[in-house]
């Protein structure tokens, strides 16, 4: 069983940036692919970054790419998403997830989830 705890949330304004981490309980953190997905009220569930075991691969969708950065740190058994030029729309509850497939971007293929962390970017 692996346990995830995001932390780093909060009430910025449009513009600002914002840094999220997430602590992972697992002995062998660095075998499982490591992804960031938010969801908005009324929303489904979506990836905004995902990271391979060793950090060399990453993933971002249009919506989040340029301003958004995944990053892990294996010895820490952390994952943080670094975000930037926030916008309103931006505004959702965040999660981490941890995933035992290689790398994968596929919200049914992780096996591990945080309980999430609200970010609101105000206008």
């Known amino acids: 069983q692996v346990q995830l705890v995001e932390s780093g949330g909060g009430l910025v304004q449009a513009g600002d940036s914002l840094r999220l981490s997430c602590a992972a309980s697992a002995r062998t953190f660095s075998s499982f692919t490591m992804g960031w997905f938010r969801q908005a009220p009324g929303k489904e569930r979506e990836v905004v970054a995902a990271i391979g075991r060793s950090g060399g691969s990453t993933y971002y969708p249009d919506t989040v790419k340029g301003r958004f950065t995944i990053s892990r740190d294996n010895a820490k058994n952390t994952v943080y998403l670094q975000m930037s030029s926030l916008k309103p729309e931006d505004t959702a509850v965040y999660y981490c997830?941890?995933?035992?497939?290689?790398?994968?971007?596929?919200?049914?293929?992780?096996?591990?989830w945080g309980q999430g962390t609200q970010v609101t970017v105000s206008s």
């Open positions: 997830a941890a995933s035992k497939v290689v790398f994968t971007t596929t919200r049914h293929l992780y096996d591990y």
